[in-house]
């Protein structure tokens, strides 16, 4: 393949995880270009190492907006970019209860941006791929069993999930009304390496490591599906290359895992890498005895879970990484660079997590 692709939001957690995979594991010999707004959430140096190696030949860097179609439009002229990637999104539910227009401006009218370029310059080419990364929060929430499928009616229950579900139908509309050549992938929560902490996983693990205590909402009951980042994205790049235009694949790890039972699990990873013996911080204490029970948060579905059926028969995927093996590499990747995922804490972030995540 001597393609390029246009991947937004490629600063950010699973964005950066994608272009490092794409660059170092699959064999693509064309260009990535990353166009990342650096928002809170994104840091160009998650990519440092890819910078190094195939900057300004194989990869390149464009500070910028999606809602700018004029930067937009120019990208996909000068590199002749046939792939557009979209992990671009506001993703965090607790910012979206407490300030929904941002994720307004970026989930659903960066995505009709993008898609207003993408149809401009491709006109009516079909050797084009346009795939949007999507979440399975747009289907609401679960009972005690089931999972959700691509099929699955839409039933988001935060301004979050709205976005991402009124952003998803924008993306079907294009490829029916316009014949755009996409892709959608609705997946399930994703850990692993640069991810930002204020998400749950790091966030825990920072909060143990301080010895402080590890906020977990309600009655920790809440259940959700987990998938290595890395198995994401190699989910993402089967659809790029082998995924039917129109369709929607769901992507989840067959990991169903309720919060507390989450938090346990990797209490006892960082008892195996970092031994409460050699944490003065726990002050004798067990890495579970941080466990700080919360008040839950408003719109809070009870449980994910998703039928991976479709991308295991049509493409030929299925997670490659165990939970345990995934969250022990994870932790070690923490343990390392925790000063690295650091910067990305600002003070006014500083200030929101502490009102928000007050243990009481």
């Known amino acids: 393949m001597t ?60 500070k910028g907006d999606i809602c700018d179609s ?27 209860i407490h300030g929904p227009k941002d994720f307004i401006e970026t989930n659903i009218n960066g995505v009709f941006n993008l898609l207003e370029c993408a149809r401009a310059n491709w006109k009516d080419r079909k050797d084009v791929r346009f795939h949007h990364i999507s979440t399975d929060e747009v289907f609401g929430s679960l009972v005690k069993t089931g999972r959700f499928t691509e099929t699955t009616p839409y039933d988001p229950r935060s301004p979050y999930s709205a976005s991402k579900a009124a952003s998803d139908h924008l993306v079907r509309a294009y490829f029916h009304t316009y014949g755009l050549p996409v892709t959608i992938s609705n997946c399930s929560n994703n850990y692993g390496p640069y991810q930002h902490p204020e998400k749950l996983i790091p966030l825990a693990l920072f909060k143990a490591v301080a010895g402080e205590g590890i906020p977990v909402y309600g009655d920790g009951g809440n259940t959700r599906d987990w998938l290595f980042v ?10 790029i290359n082998k995924g039917k235009a129109g369709k929607t694949y769901n992507v989840g790890g067959n990991c169903e895992k309720k919060n507390l039972e989450t938090i346990k699990a990797l209490c006892l990873a960082l008892e195996k890498i970092r031994p409460r013996a050699k944490n003065p911080a726990l002050k004798g204490r067990r890495y579970e005895d941080l466990i700080t ?37 994870t932790v070690a990747w923490y343990l390392v660079y925790s000063a690295h995922l650091k910067k990305t804490v600002d003070a006014s972030y500083r200030a929101w997590l502490k009102k928000n995540y007050t243990e009481r």
């Open 3 to 62: 393609k390029t692709m246009l991947v937004t939001g490629g600063a950010g957690f699973i964005g950066s995880n994608f272009i490092r995979f794409v660059l170092k594991k699959t064999g693509f010999k064309g260009r990535v270009i990353n166009l990342d707004k650096l928002t809170y959430a994104g840091l160009r140096e998650n990519l440092h190492d890819i910078e190094l190696r195939f900057g300004g030949k194989r990869y390149f860097f464009i």
């Open 70 to 96: 004029k930067k937009v439009n120019i990208i996909i002229k000068k590199y002749a970019v046939s792939v557009i990637v979209n992990f671009a999104a506001e993703t965090h539910v607790d910012r979206s």
């Open 230 to 239: 890395e198995d994401h994205c190699r989910a993402v790049w089967l659809i």
């Open 293 to 329: 029970f919360v008040k839950d948060r408003p719109g809070h579905d009870r449980r994910y879970a998703i039928d991976s059926g479709k991308i295991k028969k049509a493409l030929g995927w299925k997670p490659l990484f165990g939970f345990n093996k995934g969250l022990e590499a």
